[in-house]
């Protein structure tokens, strides 16, 4: 019985690890359905501490293309992905938008963008860019790239896939794998600071600013960047 149970493990686990290294490097890449003006924008200038009144006088989520990582990462800072859009939070949710930088903890230096409107949330950081809920051009999870080549065949960069469900509960935004997978990030409020909990146990709190330092602009190189081919 041991000998089966080990041979059967002996030929399903390859298939497997082939299997999720076939869709976390090669499987179709996900559309960029960002508005490309968006990209194109220099995000780096504005006032993160001027944010839009959610009261419902202009669009709703729903309205506004999907934002994702353009192939492996974004080139520069781009604008804001919810702009546009005034659609008051939910009751469950707490009003974490703005400029954050990490100031203690495991992350420090790290800084994100939070863009809140209505049931969405999208997070722009080091080269990606996560956005959750609904939308006008594909569906609710995050369904981009973790930024960073691990490798290069030709001239083409091969960077993992991610996807992630990011639901308010009780003022916390949680991120779960897949949509349906484990709890792997938190985010809350503690005061005036951001906690960002990590699966790995790291802690990082961050405080509010309001101008992107500069050494954020462009995001540094992430990934092994393997040429092979």
Same mark, same amino acid.
């Given at each position: 019985?041991?000998?089966?149970?080990?041979?059967?493990?002996?030929?399903?686990?390859?298939?497997?690890?082939?299997?999720?290294?076939?869709?976390?490097?090669?499987?179709?890449?996900?559309?960029?359905?960002?508005?490309?003006?968006?990209?194109?924008?220099?995000?780096?200038?504005?006032? *993160?501490?001027?944010?839009?009144?959610?009261?419902?006088?202009?669009?709703?989520?729903?309205?506004?293309?999907?934002?994702?990582?353009?192939?492996?990462?974004?080139?520069?800072?781009?604008?804001?992905?919810?702009?546009?859009?005034?659609?008051?939070? !939910? !009751?469950?949710?707490?009003?974490?938008?703005?400029?954050?930088?990490?100031?203690?903890?495991?992350?420090?230096?790290?800084?994100?963008?939070?863009?809140?409107?209505?049931?969405?949330?999208?997070?722009?950081?080091?080269?990606?860019?996560?956005? *959750?809920?609904?939308?006008?051009?594909?569906?609710?999870?995050?369904?981009?790239?973790?930024?960073?080549?691990?490798?290069?065949?030709?001239?083409?960069?091969?960077?993992?896939?991610?996807?992630?469900?990011?639901?308010?509960?009780?003022?916390?935004?949680?991120?779960?794998?897949?949509?349906?997978? !484990?709890?792997?990030?938190?985010? *809350?409020?503690?005061?005036?600071?951001?906690?960002?909990? *990590?699966?790995?146990?790291?802690?990082?709190?961050?405080?509010?600013?309001?101008?992107?330092?500069?050494?954020?602009?462009? !995001?540094?190189?992430?990934?092994?960047?393997?040429?092979?081919?």
């Amino acid at each position: 019985m041991i000998k089966r149970i080990l041979i059967s493990l002996a030929v399903i686990l390859p298939g497997v690890m082939i299997a999720l290294l076939w869709f976390a490097f090669f499987s179709p890449r996900p559309p960029l359905t960002i508005d490309p003006a968006t990209l194109a924008g220099d995000g780096s200038t504005l006032d *993160y501490c001027r944010l839009p009144a959610l009261d419902g006088a202009g669009k709703n989520a729903r309205d506004i293309a999907k934002g994702n990582t353009p192939g492996c990462a974004y080139s520069h800072f781009p604008l804001p992905i919810l702009a546009d859009c005034t659609e008051p939070l !939910p !009751p469950e949710a707490d009003d974490i938008r703005g400029l954050w930088r990490g100031v203690a903890g495991d992350k420090i230096g790290h800084v994100e963008r939070i863009e809140q409107c209505g049931n969405r949330t999208v997070i722009t950081t080091s080269g990606i860019i996560h956005d *959750y809920g609904p939308n006008a051009t594909a569906g609710l999870n995050t369904n981009d790239t973790e930024g960073g080549a691990s490798f290069i065949i030709g001239n083409t960069q091969f960077c993992p896939r991610s996807s992630a469900a990011m639901i308010w509960r009780d003022k916390i935004l949680n991120f779960h794998a897949f949509g349906w997978g !484990p709890l792997v990030v938190r985010r *809350y409020m503690d005061g005036d600071q951001l906690i960002w909990e *990590y699966a790995d146990g790291s802690i990082t709190r961050m405080e509010r600013i309001c101008q992107l330092p500069a050494a954020h602009k462009v !995001p540094r190189r992430r990934g092994l960047h393997l040429k092979l081919f």
